[in-house]
T-cell receptor, first 114, second 114 residues
């Protein structure tokens, strides 16, 4: 089975802190994604990566950056956390293009910024 | 352009009665269609997927969905609801591009009464 692991399930941070959310997948998937999920707004794509060191902005990249130094790991970085970044963050991975587009999700990281 | 509409934000059923969660989609191409389930504070789990093979798709936990091209629908059904089915369900359309062009529905919250 594909496993996508988000190491931090619940985090509480203060405004202005730097926050790292880590995601690791064990199925050698090329593509990895970070989504944000908020009530009433659904899932919104923050960033995605199709290869090591490659990244593309999604629909809401402002206030976020990402890092993909190894194929299995995709990190989301909040350089200076703000209260409006309190949310559920979901990491996903998928097979390459010309496949079905099925996404494999981690359990999520619930971030609270005070 | 792609879009997906889940016609009900909330559905409430009694345990042992049928479940119907409705989804309409719009796509200029032949998409892949998915249903995912999300239990509270968890990630999304794939229930079933349609990728241009059989139009009636069977998934996990007794769920199934029928792809109807003429009606542009992909409704999710289950003959008999169980308390453990209470969750949020997402209808998703993808353009078979490795997850890059994925559109999520707004979600339907399923309540199951004892």
């Amino acid at each position: 089975d594909v496993k996508v692991t988000q190491s931090s399930r619940y985090l509480v941070k203060r405004t202005g802190e730097k926050v790292f959310l880590e995601c690791v997948q064990d199925m050698d998937h090329e593509n990895m994604f970070w989504y944000r999920q908020d009530p009433g707004l659904g899932l919104r794509l923050i960033y995605f990566s199709y290869d090591v060191k490659m990244k593309e902005k999604g629909d809401i990249p402002e206030g976020y950056s990402v890092s993909r130094e190894k194929k299995e790991r995709f990190s989301l970085i909040l350089e200076s956390a703000s209260t409006n970044q309190t949310s559920m963050y979901l990491c996903a991975s998928s097979l390459p293009e010309r496949t079905s587009g099925e996404l494999f999700f981690g359990e999520g990281s619930r971030l609270t910024v005070l | 352009a792609q879009s997906v509409t889940q016609l009900d934000s909330h559905v409430s059923v009694s345990e042992g009665t049928p479940v119907l969660l409705r989804c309409n989609y719009s796509s200029s191409y032949s998409p892949s269609l998915f249903w995912y389930v999300q239990h509270p504070n968890k990630g999304l789990q794939l229930l079933l997927k349609y990728t241009s093979a059989a139009t009636l798709v069977k998934g996990i936990n007794g769920f199934e969905a029928e792809f109807k091209k003429s009606e542009t629908s992909f409704h999710l059904t289950k003959p008999s609801a169980h308390m453990s089915d209470a969750a949020e369900y997402f209808c998703v359309v993808s353009l078979n591009t490795g997850g890059f062009k994925t559109i999520f529905g707004a979600g339907t919250r399923l309540f199951v009464k004892a």
